[in-house]
Nanobody, 122 residues
Framework: VQLVESGGGLVQAGGSLRLSCAAS????????MGWFRQAPGKEREFLAV????????AYADSVKGRFTISRDNAKNTVYLQMNSLKPEDTAVYYC????????????????WGQGTLVTVSS
């Protein structure tokens, strides 16, 4: 399955963005799906994960209460709603399919998309 992220851009602090992760060549409903981000000079960071049927989600403490992961299996798309954005949220955001292991570990995912850049100005 190929994943393509979209929805990034420039936003002021306190603003909102919704990122999308669209799949082709496969069915996203077969996978737990995760969102990650990577800021310049930093390691890729886990943000959120959602189960196959949206029955379960988990978030990093850094985004809990501000970000919401969701999915529309009929549209083969996963979303990340980001509210109350801060300058420190500036990064390239990626989605990926979970393959096994710790759900917060980058190494547990593959089929990474190319990423979408989010820039939050102060």
């Amino acid at each position: 399955v190929q994943l393509v992220e979209s929805g990034g851009g420039l936003v002021q602090a306190g603003g909102s963005l919704r990122l999308s992760c669209a799949a082709s060549g496969g069915t996203l409903s077969s996978y737990y799906m995760g969102w990650f981000r990577q800021a310049p000079g930093k390691e890729r960071e886990f943000l959120a994960v959602i189960s196959r049927n949206w029955g379960s989600t988990a978030y990093a403490d850094s985004v809990k209460g501000r970000f919401t992961i969701s999915r529309d299996n009929a549209k083969n798309t996963v979303y990340l709603q980001m509210n109350s954005l801060k300058p420190e949220d500036t990064a390239v955001y990626y989605c990926a399919a979970y393959r096994g292991g710790g759900v917060r570990n980058t190494s547990s995912y593959d089929n990474w998309g190319q990423g979408t850049l989010v820039t939050v100005s102060s």
